[in-house]
């Protein structure tokens, strides 16, 4: 049982540049929360999704997409990385809104 | 704004000592209170949690004690031992969850 798998787990990327964060869960949850990590701010919410087809924005959503086309997975997308981006993202699910599985993060730098 | 505040980013402790994290939140409408732990390179895990009908919740060395006056909770590691540090967050649920900045424990053997 993988719980929630994060790909990829490191990846830099230039100025301009997109890329898609994939998250998968094997655990049939419902709920799915893309979050950032970063010094002195804890996690925060980018956006999250409660069940297949919908997506909702989350404290800090701007520069970021999101889709829950498959239940299972939740992408998170930058379609023009800035520096600012540079950040830890983590991925979560849950049955609902009691208590989250994590998975291991993807380190992001854009220089 | 933050409405979860962990105000001690870190914290060492003696090991077989007591390890007490604070949080405070700033939402009386929140009704249900986590802890997550967090190791280096991997994601956080849940630890413990409590509902605001309760004050306190004890699982087997980790205690959460919550203060809904003082819109404040605590976690209480007893015995603290090495394997303990790590970064531990708490989170407060209410349309989301919302989760302080951390407080990173080291144990000291």
């Known amino acids: 049982n993988a719980g929630v798998t994060q790909t990829p787990k490191f990846r830099v990327l230039k100025t301009g540049q997109s890329m898609t964060l994939l998250c998968a869960q094997d655990?049939?949850?419902?709920?799915m929360y893309w979050y950032r990590q970063d010094p002195g701010m804890g996690l925060r919410l980018i956006h999250y999704?409660?069940?297949?087809?919908?997506?909702a924005k989350g404290e800090v959503p701007d520069g970021y997409n999101v889709s829950r086309l498959k239940k299972q997975n939740f992408l998170l997308g930058l379609e023009s990385a800035a520096p600012s981006q540079t950040s830890v993202y983590f991925c979560?699910?849950?049955?609902?809104?009691?208590?989250?599985?994590f998975g291991s993060g993807t380190r992001l730098t854009v220089v | 704004d933050q409405q979860v505040k962990q105000n001690s980013p870190s914290l060492s402790v003696q090991e077989g000592r007591i390890s007490i994290l604070n949080c405070d939140y700033t939402?009386?409408?929140?009704?249900?209170f986590l802890w997550y732990k967090k190791y280096p390179a991997e994601g956080p895990t849940f630890l413990i949690s409590?509902?605001?009908?309760?004050d306190k919740n004890e699982d087997g060395r980790f205690t959460v004690f919550l203060n809904k006056s003082a819109k404040h909770l605590s976690l209480h590691i007893v015995p603290s031992q090495p394997g303990d540090s790590a970064v531990y967050f708490c989170?407060?649920?209410?349309?989301?969850?919302?989760f302080g900045t951390g407080t990173s424990l080291t144990v000291i053997p």
């Open positions: 989170a407060a649920s209410g349309n989301q969850f919302y």
């Open positions: 979560a699910s849950s049955l609902g809104h009691r208590g989250y599985t």
């Open positions: 939402n009386s409408m929140f009704d249900y």
């Open positions: 999704s409660v069940g297949e087809g919908t997506t």
């Open positions: 655990m049939n949850h419902e709920y």
């Open positions: 409590i509902s605001s009908i309760k």
